[in-house]
């Protein structure tokens, strides 16, 4: 999604960068060329308007032009465009003190309501809250089993009824919420092919019955800028609070999610980028819009390991790991965490230019799955003491690995440069400790048990990477 909008305002900016003043000429240029990428991403014609309008007036101000690096200047004002466009301060799904809340869910029919209302449920409940769910879909056939089925693979109850009557079955399932327990209570509701008056009504009687305290719509980020007419209708008759923007990981132009804030003055709360049960996320404009300019997302993958909980292991190991003396177990557990994150595609991903090297093809997306299968096919005694491989043992691993005894070499290669790096990381680590302290020292006594670090960021521990996080949050404001 906005992948092609992103490569084409990427282009633009490379020309700027590459000049060293830039005339009135140049940036008139820039305007038609990003007004252009814009509607061809689907974005509303009147938002597109405004947009150029805004960045034009501040790109020709004399503090930009006279300036000693004037396209850096012109991508900090269109990020900063970009992400007043897209909502310029986050807006959480906040509950209130009333127990239980209710949380309404409305759109279209394919919208992908269901499915939201599952991830949703999975969230909370990661959040320490007792979601249930609410079917209240009577119309669509099976809808009600496909809610019961993702209930059951999150270990969340669903609440179906017994009638035909929507408004009646959200009635029961708040009672229902009551008498079990439940601080959350999520409703799902029908949709239509179109917007039409008995949905309207429907979700207005809905509204009426149960009080919801909030009111989220689910937007296909596939349907384009006409999804803003269907938002425009719904805020009109139901007033929801925000949008929770699903299929932002397919391949459509995507100019619905740079709309909709803007014509309807509604935030986006959520984005769902896969499939998955914990595919949703809160969204984030900052964010967001750096992704589109190609400058990655460093911090919401710091907060995804973060999440993460640590795997505790013997003080033996942690002690190696501390001194940064790994060997290939090490290793092969660093690439488990790595998956557990969302694997290199999206550790990539998130870097400065990550989304351009996906696309070239230039990152082998396979490549922890083809080195686990060459540690695995190593003895145990090869994986403690790397040291010890020969000609004759790597070519035995490469046979049994299905690979060439290169790979075998390019793995121990990698493995070696991690080791060095990781060294040079805790070595800093330490310098930094011993500043602050005075002096160096050991640590009295032992733990039995310590925690490993995320991989690739020197042994640091989750609370190490929270700090790290809150570091790099203040650095936008």
């Known amino acids: 999604m906005l992948d092609n909008l992103s490569e084409k305002l990427q282009s633009i900016f490379s020309g700027l960068r590459s000049k060293g003043r830039l005339t009135e000429e140049d940036i008139n240029v820039a305007m038609r060329e990003i007004r252009l990428?814009?509607?061809?991403?689907?974005v509303n014609f009147k938002v597109v308007k405004g947009f150029i309008k805004n960045t034009k007036?501040?790109?020709l101000t004399a503090e930009v032009m006279d300036s000693l690096t004037p396209g850096q200047n012109v991508v900090k004002i269109v990020l900063d465009e970009l992400t007043e466009l897209l909502g310029r301060s986050d807006s959480k799904l906040v509950l209130s003190s009333r127990i239980p809340n209710v949380i309404m869910l409305v759109g279209l029919q394919?919208?992908?309501?269901?499915?939201?209302?599952?991830?949703l449920a999975y969230l909370l409940k990661q959040q320490n809250h007792n979601p249930l769910l609410v079917a209240c879909d009577v119309y669509r056939p099976a809808a009600a089993?496909?809610?019961?089925?993702?209930g059951g693979e999150i270990g969340v109850r669903v609440y179906r009824g017994e009638g035909k009557d929507p408004v009646q079955i959200a009635k029961e399932g708040v009672r229902d919420a009551i008498d079990s327990l439940r601080d959350v209570?999520?409703?799902d509701t029908a949709g239509r092919l179109h917007v039409d008056e008995d949905m309207m009504a429907e979700a207005e009687a809905i509204k009426e019955a149960v009080q919801p305290d909030q009111i989220l719509m689910v937007v296909d980020a596939m349907t384009g800028q006409d999804v803003v007419n269907v938002a425009a209708a719904f805020a009109e008759r139901v007033d929801f609070d925000g949008v929770i923007m699903s299929k932002m990981d397919g391949d459509a132009r995507g100019g619905g999610a740079l709309s909709i804030r803007q014509v309807t003055g509604k935030p986006i709360k959520f984005i769902s980028m896969g499939e998955k049960p914990d595919s949703l996320e809160e969204f984030h404009p900052d964010r967001m819009a750096k992704r589109i300019l190609g400058m990655g997302d460093v911090i919401s993958l710091i907060e995804t390991a973060s999440r993460i909980k640590a795997e505790e292991i013997e003080q033996e190991e942690a002690e190696r790991m501390m001194r940064a003396n790994l060997n290939l177990n090490d290793f092969l557990m660093m690439n488990k965490q790595i998956h557990k994150i969302g694997g290199i595609k999206k550790l990539v991903s998130a870097l400065p230019g990550g989304d351009k090297a996906l696309k070239d093809g230039s990152v082998n997306e396979r490549a922890l799955d083809e080195m686990e299968i060459i540690i695995h096919s190593m003895t145990k005694e090869e994986r403690e003491k790397p040291e010890v491989l020969n000609g004759s043992r790597k070519a035995r691993i490469a046979a049994g690995a299905g690979v060439s005894v290169f790979q075998v070499n390019q793995l121990l290669k990698k493995f070696n440069e991690t080791k060095k790096m990781m060294k040079q990381m805790m070595a800093k680590q330490e310098a930094m400790t011993a500043g602050k302290s005075g002096k160096k020292g050991k640590?009295?006594?032992?733990?039995?048990?310590?925690?490993?670090g995320i991989p690739g960021m020197g042994g640091m521990s989750m609370s190490d990477m929270k700090k790290m996080q809150d570091v790099l949050s203040g650095l936008d404001e």
Request: positive net charge; glycine residues 8%; proline residues 0%.
């Open 37 to 42: 990428a814009l509607l061809e991403a689907d």
């Open 57 to 59: 007036e501040r790109c």
């Open 110 to 119: 394919g919208s992908g309501k269901t499915t939201a209302a599952a991830k």
């Open 145 to 150: 089993d496909q809610l019961q089925t993702l």
């Open 185 to 187: 209570v999520i409703i």
């Open 443 to 452: 640590r009295k006594g032992k733990r039995k048990k310590q925690r490993m």
